[in-house]
T-cell receptor, first 111, second 108 residues
Framework: EAGVAQSPRYKIIEKRQSVAFWCNPI?????LYWYQQILGQGPKLLIQ????????DSQLPKDRFSAERLKGVDSTLKIQPAKLEDSAVYLC?????????FGPGTRLTVL | QKEVEQNSGPLSVPEGAIASLNCTYS??????FFWYRQYSGKSPELIMS????GDKEDGRFTAQLNKASQYVSLLIRDSQPSDSATYLC????????FGTGTRLKVLA
């Protein structure tokens, strides 16, 4: 069974630029999560989708971050404009039930 | 503010010993708990889930949950150098909070 796919794996941008990350969940998983993991910290949930509806986006900085999951499968997370403090690994996870399975992540560096 | 707390470590154990990792949580309503292993530069990998009080064993791993005391632990028996990683505890109900992780070093 293929795992969660993410791209790109690495991205370096200047502050105030925009960036987008893509995630393809495990086939059949209804729930999709985006997390931000800053070095030395645990993952922090940004947004949770159930099919193509948002279940929780309480920690998503909505003035600069947006996410969508069209057709209930792939998802895109966008940051516009980026700030220095957005430098982190952005992890996508999917699940069916309680357990979550993570993709390889996208390491974002904002200069 | 709901929290999951872990000692950041590092926890150093000799090869072949039992490694004991602990986690406490603040939300008394939390129902589900998970242990993830994260190697440096890699994403978290689910190794154990536990939902009921007591012990759950899977190979060399045993997860323990005590809801009255609000703690979860992970025991790794016969620790190997390949077990050296950061272990993340997560808990909650429908929405899961992650701890900051405990770094484990298994010394050969």
């Amino acid at each position: 069974e293929a795992g969660v796919a993410q791209s790109p794996r690495y991205k370096i941008i200047e502050k105030r630029q925009s960036v987008a990350f893509w995630c393809n969940p495990i086939s059949g998983h209804a729930t999709l999560y985006w997390y931000q993991q800053i070095l030395g910290q645990g993952p922090k949930l940004l947004i949770q989708f159930q099919n193509n509806g948002v279940v929780d986006d309480s920690q998503l900085p909505k003035d600069r971050f947006s996410a969508e999951r069209l057709k209930g499968v792939d998802s895109t997370l966008k940051i516009q404009p980026a700030k220095l403090e957005d430098s982190a690994v952005y992890l996508c996870a999917s699940g069916e039930g309680e357990e979550q399975f993570f993709g390889p992540g996208t390491r974002l560096t904002v200069l | 503010q709901k929290e999951v707390e872990q000692n950041s470590g590092p926890l150093s154990v000799p090869e072949g010993a039992i490694a004991s990792l602990n986690c406490t949580y603040s939300d008394r309503g939390s129902q589900s708990f998970f242990w993830y292993r994260q190697y440096s530069g890699k994403s978290p990998e689910l190794i154990m889930s536990i939902y009921s009080n007591g012990d759950k064993e899977d190979g060399r791993f045993t997860a323990q949950l005590n809801k009255a005391s609000q703690y979860v632990s992970l025991l790794i028996r016969d620790s190997q150098p390949s077990d050296s990683a950061t272990y993340l505890c997560a808990g909650g109900t429908y929405k899961y909070i992650f701890g900051t992780g405990t770094r484990l070093k298994v010394l050969a």
